[in-house]
Nanobody, 116 residues
Framework: QVQLEESGGGFVQPGGSLRLSCTAS????????LGWYRQTPENQRQLVAT???????NYGDSVKGRATISRDNAKHTVYLQMISPKPEDTAVYYC??????????WGQGTQVTVST
């Protein structure tokens, strides 16, 4: 079993910066991909970014050029940094972990609201 605990989020001003982190615990040896998805107020689930254990990254189209995902394998932690957040980035952000065998785990989610 893997547990994922998110931190960060809250209210962010447009044009500011956003930083989220997620730490995995439990069977961390089994995790390949770590990343972030978000659920918008319109109830759409979107890929934000993922990073594999070997460092390969993948970004959703809506955040390309504004988001950077990074990972500290020793700390079992993944970070998401976003510059110039927009109101349309408002969503519940979920940490996601996928094992080498394809099993998925989710964090509880953290609300991000981009607003003045």
């Amino acid at each position: 079993q893997v547990q994922l605990e998110e931190s960060g989020g809250g209210f962010v001003q447009p044009g500011g910066s956003l930083r989220l982190s997620c730490t995995a615990s439990g069977s961390t040896f089994s995790i390949n991909n770590l990343g972030w998805y978000r659920q918008t107020p319109e109830n759409q689930r979107q890929l934000v970014a993922t990073v594999a254990r070997d460092g390969t990254t993948n970004y959703g189209d809506s955040v390309k050029g504004r988001a950077t995902i990074s990972r500290d394998n020793a700390k079992h932690t993944v970070y998401l940094q976003m510059i110039s957040p927009k109101p349309e980035d408002t969503a519940v952000y979920y940490c996601n972990g996928v094992t080498f065998w394809g099993k998925q785990y989710w964090g509880q989610g953290t609300q991000v609201t981009v607003s003045t």
